[in-house]
């Protein structure tokens, strides 16, 4: 079960000094990384991945699965509240962008081509999470 946290709220110079360049360019700048780079894009460790940014308990490792896109792909987050969706119209596409329910940090986007029982595919950057090994 879920519990309720509050927002997180920084600065932009507070979310620079406590990121690395590339999680600051992908979660507080929207960025994304390229494909079959990012730390996780071929993890198969089992345990729970949480925000890089807040520590935001996001996605587990058993929902994850290989979508062959090279960015982590989940099918489902742990909770819903754990993760927000907006709509991103950005680069002249329509897509629906994934942020984290606790500090606002862009994750990716989902998209619905992913398998059952939802068929969604969270098509999540490496460098806004962090793996909580079982």
Not at 10 to 15: G, I, Q, T, Y
Not at 54 to 63: A, K
Not at 69 to 74: E, H, I, L, N
Not at 91 to 98: D, Q, S
């Amino acid at each position: 079960m879920s519990e309720a946290k509050e927002k997180i709220e920084k600065s932009d110079e507070e979310w620079r000094k406590e990121l690395s360049p590339e999680q600051y360019e992908v979660c507080r700048q929207k960025g994304t990384e390229r494909a079959f780079t990012g730390k996780y894009w071929d993890c198969h460790d089992q345990g729970t991945y949480h925000c890089a940014c807040c520590g935001n308990e996001l996605f587990s490792s058993d929902t994850k699965f290989d979508s062959g896109t090279g960015w982590p792909s989940f099918y489902r987050p742990i909770a819903e509240d754990k993760v927000e969706t907006e709509s991103d119209n950005s680069f002249l596409m329509r897509r629906t962008e994934v942020i984290c329910g606790r500090c606002n940090a862009h994750l990716g986007h989902v998209f619905d081509d992913g398998p059952a029982p939802t068929h969604l595919r969270y098509c999540i950057n490496s460098a806004s999470l962090k793996l909580e090994k079982k």
